[in-house]
């Protein structure tokens, strides 16, 4: 009968430092799920911005026809997108809050709560027309 070699391999890992490097793998897998939250709400919210930026572009339109701004999207010839709710596509309910003969005021609120953490986005944008972000979701 053959004697069985035993073969030693060097620079092996141990058990130890495989379990520490699946420790660290699992670290970094979660902070990136973290992040990959945020991103996804970014990307929504450029729905929020995009739209506001055409309801602010058609109000100055308005504006430089009528000597004023408009409270109705009809008057501006806005249509909004379809939300989620109703078989569109759209994760914000878009409204005109305010509007005088010199102002505007419009404001997407996110009928989603897209990280889950009970705060709904809401984005207004003015007749300077920057879109400000005023709840974080």
Known sequence: MKSMKIYKIKGAASFNELLLVLAAVGMLATMAWMNYDSIIVSIKASEAKTQLKGIAGLQTQHRHIHSKYSMNFGD??????????????????????????????????????????????????????????????
């Open 76 to 137: 501006i010839y806005f249509d909004p997108p379809k939300s989620v709710n109703d078989g569109g596509t759209a994760n914000y309910a878009y409204e005109i809050i305010e509007a005088t003969n010199t102002s505007f005021k419009a404001r997407a609120t996110a009928i989603i709560d897209f990280n889950g953490d009970g705060q709904f986005n809401v984005w207004e944008i003015d007749e300077n027309q920057k879109p400000t972000e005023f709840t974080k979701d």
